[in-house]
């Protein structure tokens, strides 16, 4: 059984920066083909692909975000840290981890975590 | 704005069939990639409903079927139930700007 969970703070001052943890079960990095992906939600708007990373650290940016976003893995605890610089209040949202699923490079999330809501205020 | 667009909302009374379209361009959709549809209820996380244009994750209900031509794809709901009112996101990859994700601007569905 696949599961994933966010992990940051919840409120965060303008021009910060934002640390993300997702922390999983049921597979690993040392899996050829596997990936993990982040992806936002600002309140009562769509859903925003932010960024990827895959089992040989092959990483993928959203265009929009690339120069803010930083995408790394620790293989040994199963986890990815998704680093955002220089926040603004339209950077409020809820943002997701997902496992990318059924084929390496699909972009098909198959797993989600439950999503943190990270709040942009001063 | 996004590049994949849906109407915003939708809607059917029970046990009807609706379609959510999802329309790209050469760069996205009509250039081949897959299609992927989500579903989201309110206050919860997005659950895949369809990869790779038409195929089902295991747990689907078979009401649910995807399709895709040209530059467009298509979610279709068949014995529309209550509990299928939601968000839907189509999602696709996209060649431009060195390739990324991206998802549509997501479809309201009510039941009548």
């Known amino acids: 059984q696949i599961t994933l969970k966010e992990s940051g703070p919840t409120l965060v001052k303008p021009t910060q920066t934002l640390t993300l943890t997702c922390i999983f079960s049921?597979?690993?990095?040392?899996?050829?083909?596997?990936?993990v992906g982040w992806i936002r939600q600002p309140p009562g708007k769509a859903l925003e692909w932010l960024a990827l990373i895959y089992w040989n650290d092959e990483k993928r940016y959203s265009p929009s975000l690339k120069s803010r976003l930083t995408i790394t893995k620790d293989t040994s605890k199963n986890q990815v840290v998704l680093t955002m610089t220089n926040l603004d209040p339209v950077d409020t949202a809820t943002y997701y981890c997902?496992?990318?699923?059924?084929?390496?490079?699909?972009?098909?999330?198959?797993?989600w975590g439950q999503g943190t809501l990270v709040t942009v205020s001063s | 704005q996004s590049v994949l667009t849906q109407p915003p909302s939708v809607s059917g009374a029970p046990g009807q069939r609706v379609t959510i379209s999802c329309t790209g361009n050469s760069s996205n959709i009509g250039a081949g990639y897959d299609v992927h549809w989500y579903q989201q209820l309110p206050g919860i996380a997005p659950r895949l409903l369809i990869y790779g244009n038409s195929i089902r994750p295991s747990g689907v209900p078979d009401r649910f079927s995807g399709s895709k031509s040209g530059t467009s794809a298509s979610l279709a709901i068949t014995g529309l139930q209550a509990e299928d009112e939601a968000d839907y996101y189509c999602q696709s990859y996209d060649s431009s700007l060195s390739g990324h994700w991206v998802f549509g601007g997501g479809t309201k569905l009510t039941v009548l």
């Open positions: 997902a496992h990318e699923g059924f084929y390496y490079g699909s972009g098909s999330y198959d797993n």
């Open positions: 049921g597979f690993s990095f040392n899996t050829s083909r596997v990936g």
